[in-house]
């Protein structure tokens, strides 16, 4: 069974970082690229970072490049999503997945493409 599990979210002024992690089960995430995504009351969910199934290259929303940072964890199948210079309009719930094709030379920003999908992490950042 494959199984998503988010943590670090919480509450922080704006200016502030957080990290939060993803630790994934069932699958060989290695093949796979993984992707955070998140969701603001009354607002579609977001492509927020990905990266490569290689762990080789990151790729970002322009709201969020040169503040967020995703990476591979220390421990196997864990990605990382560092945040720092954190916003009010970065608040929501933040999602992490893993996208449906093998290996994918290119990962997408479509969530529609993600097949696996964690219960989410609460963000919110305060002005």
Not at 2 to 29: D, N
Not at 64 to 70: A, D, L, W
Not at 98 to 116: C, G, I, L, W
Request: glycine share 10%; hydrophobic share 30%.
């Amino acid at each position: 069974q494959v199984q998503l599990v988010e943590s670090g979210g919480g509450l922080v002024q704006a200016g502030g970082s957080l990290t939060l992690s993803c630790a994934a089960s069932g699958r060989t995430f290695s093949s796979y690229a993984m992707a955070w995504f998140r969701q603001a009351p009354g607002h579609e969910r977001e492509f927020v970072a990905a990266i490569k199934w290689s762990g080789t290259s990151t790729y970002y929303a322009d709201s969020v490049k040169g503040r967020f940072t995703m990476s591979r964890g220390n421990a196997k199948d864990t990605v990382v999503l560092q945040m720092n210079n954190l916003k009010p309009e970065d608040t929501g719930i933040y999602y992490c997945a893993t996208e449906s094709t093998r290996q994918h030379n290119k990962p997408s920003r479509a969530p529609e493409v993600y097949d696996y999908w964690g219960q989410g992490t609460q963000v919110t950042v305060s002005s």
